[in-house]
């Protein structure tokens, strides 16, 4: 029997899937890696589904490689070894709203615009915002943050409890429900971020929090990413608790603009939100464009209503896809260094040298309350020089970021981009992280050939 | 030779003691567990004095339990089995301020009040405040938290890098500077909480926070405990950024004004404090006002100033003391089990129920903005019958907090006290722990008896 009718007879027939558009579909993921077929896509509809593919998988040492929604950015998705692709796009209920504790129960398949729907009427939200609507089991398994990180934190920050099929199709329960607590090892931070190679994640208790009373977004025009950057710093350091502080530097209000037609001043722009009492959001927003015009901010400008505040935040929602418009047939390809925030500038700076001379075209945002920011390329993956190009410009990024103390990934996580620099960046810790790897999926059989697998 | 001669060989003789003293001051923390001797206690003043030190321990299998101020709560740094007492406080530098990157690089014997005496120059200070004057290497070890855990997280949540001396010697760092990354599996968060059983932590980077431009300490009296912990639920849910939010009930009201000779309303009081601009903090004392007001708060007061300020939080800080004062020669025993927040209020009434049928006296204090909170007994630990009500309590506590998907304990860690229930709260994953134990530390000579050893 082949592997496919093998997984049909275990499931159902319709929860396998070899059409070869499936097929594709589970090959790549949003980003410039090389894509690779699975042998065969599984649907499973429960943890008991998961628990069975993953002793199947065990006895027979086929590789299982979980898949949310497929938005990715560095190839975390793609079964470089064949093998199954577990596509949990049917577990998508949300299982248990609880308003009074701040706390959902959700299936890994949810999408994180699915949820937030949900959790409207009962007035409350899940902050975390990578951009895509990612699933999240995706989101945790990749350790996800975003725009609001710098306010209500990563992933990792706001994952009470997982229920994780392990190697071999045992399922555990990891962390509480509880806000916080010092029982036991921490194994729920260690499952976020181990992109599917520790477990399948089948099972979330996430944090949620009350919608603000009062929300306000602003945008603060700046002559320079350095006064951009030093704004957000002394914003953090007064204690301000901003919502939202993201830069989008002038290449990408540029293209922003013959994107949505729209007429922004193409200068490096910080993009705000502030959540509280109505009171406190307008003390802060006060606080801040007194900051912003002390550090040669040109124009502040600030929206509470609704369709005004998303109006404009599309800007900096339609960053990416103004970009990657100019360029039809070529590949996103994003830099996602984080480094100690005061080192920001510099990094920045540093970058847009080596973008210059190595000829590459491209556009800065930055999650600049955390220090991170993205360095955007169009990349045409069949062209080697352009792809050594964008690489070369990758490692200059990855090299001054680990040289200031900072990650290789702020967010977007290891995949297959990058394993290359783990070594460097973690040095002695990464035998460590190996010998954790080979406690948990000692036949390699859990997405292979990711995160701490050697390029 | 002697292992205390071997020792003082490796290092110098100053660096070793088998002093009467220093043993029995290493034999214990303030808990009601009963104490056991070191063989020896040794000082290391560097990491390779700790590598040196954890060399020789696994050559020789000798057991080595790293030890702080030895304010631990549950018997952490009890030598249970005898070995090496490893006292960090000669590595007590803070190494680095950086303001512009609200870092701070120390040495683990440093204490979180010291910390802050040398960061105030800098306007800079570190929230993380479990109480006691303890170590920051300490602090990590047992995932600590506390009074200001609501705004501004625990210690996992703090803590960027860390440098670990491994089992046989080997330095490691794990983390980055950076205020989050995707990179590698998150060993951080592993150690943290890990209790000294998977290495011993010689540096910690820390975050660290701009202090507040205004800062505002308030009081609000109650006619129960279930108003008081209503309001703070409605708070919180209200998305005020509430620093401190700590409920005091009668009992420890009572002895307070015994202790201190004030006269506060007998009743069950939350302390809040509120940090932010000036403008924000008064707009949220005005919502928290209302917000009491409304679930029968039946007194609000606030002040500003700084004096007046530590002043209104002694009665929550001499809470403990103030209860133990009125039983001489008693041990202080506390529950710490942390549950769902709207559970509060009913696993809070349980817990009074059963002191009642048990016959113990205590008070309860609580982080109630995590849903943590704490039966503080004044037990004898030489007296079976009163040790057997004050364990019959912690159980029934215990139980009930599992029974509603929290944890035994939201930050006094496990240490002796809490093994016991590692297997009912973690089920199979306890599996996993022992397996992550077995890993880093081969031999069971790192703090053995602790965390997930069996009792």
Chains 1, 2 share one sequence.
């Not at 319709?14 to 065969?40: A, F, G, I, T």
Request: glycine fraction near 10%.
């Amino acid at each position: 029997m082949s592997l496919a009718d093998d997984l049909a007879q275990l499931l159902t027939p319709d929860q396998v899937s070899q059409n070869p558009s499936v097929l594709d579909h589970h090959s790549r993921d949003e980003s410039y890696h090389q894509p690779r077929r699975p042998d065969v896509v599984v649907f499973p509809q429960s943890t008991e589904d998961v628990a069975r593919v993953l002793r199947y998988a065990q006895q027979h040492r086929v590789p299982v490689v979980p898949f949310g929604t497929g938005t990715a950015l560095e190839g975390h998705v793609v079964p470089v070894r064949g093998g199954i692709s577990l596509d949990m796009a049917r577990m998508n209920r949300v299982q248990e709203i609880r308003p009074a504790d701040f706390l959902v129960c959700a299936e890994p398949g949810v999408t994180r615009r699915q949820l937030n729907r949900e959790l409207r009427p009962h007035g409350l939200f899940f902050p975390v915002d990578p951009g895509a609507d990612a699933s999240l089991g995706g989101m945790a398994a990749t350790g996800a943050s975003g725009t609001t990180t710098v306010r209500y934190g990563a992933m990792r920050d706001n994952v009470r409890k997982l229920e994780v099929v392990l190697a071999g199709g045992r399922v555990v329960e990891i962390g509480s429900l509880a806000a916080k607590s010092a029982s036991g090892y921490h194994l729920t931070g260690l499952f976020i971020g181990s992109e599917g190679t520790l477990g399948v994640i089948t099972k979330l208790w996430l944090r949620v929090y009350g919608v603000p009373e009062w929300t306000v977004a602003a945008r603060a025009e700046f002559p320079d990413v350095d006064s951009a950057v030093r704004a957000s710093t002394a914003l953090i350091g007064a204690g301000v608790a901003v919502a939202r502080l993201e830069l989008v530097d002038e290449v990408y209000m540029a293209a922003v603009n013959r994107f949505k037609g729209t007429a922004y001043e193409e200068v490096p722009t910080l993009f705000l939100e502030f959540h509280g009492s109505r009171g406190a959001v307008e003390a802060d927003i006060a606080v801040a464009r007194e900051i912003a015009t002390e550090e040669g901010c040109t124009r502040f400008t600030f929206v509470a209503e609704e369709a005004e505040r998303n109006r404009l935040w599309e800007a900096r929602h339609a960053a990416l896809h103004a970009l990657m418009a100019q360029y039809p047939g070529r590949r996103h390809m994003a830099t996602d260094v984080c480094v100690p925030v005061s080192k920001l500038p510099e990094a920045i700076a540093r970058a847009r040298r080596r973008m210059r001379e190595l000829g590459v075209c491209g556009g800065i945002v930055g999650h600049v309350g955390d220090g991170n920011y993205h360095v955007g390329l169009a990349v045409n993956p069949d062209d080697p020089d352009d792809m050594a190009k964008a690489e070369a410009l990758n490692e200059a990024v990855v090299e001054h970021a680990l040289a200031l103390g900072g990650t290789c990934t702020g967010e977007h996580g290891v995949g297959l981009g990058k394993r290359r620099y783990q070594a460097r960046e973690h040095g002695d810790a990464l035998e460590l992280m190996r010998a954790v790897k080979q406690l948990f999926d000692p036949l390699d059989i859990l997405n292979p050939g990711k995160l701490v697998d050697p390029d």
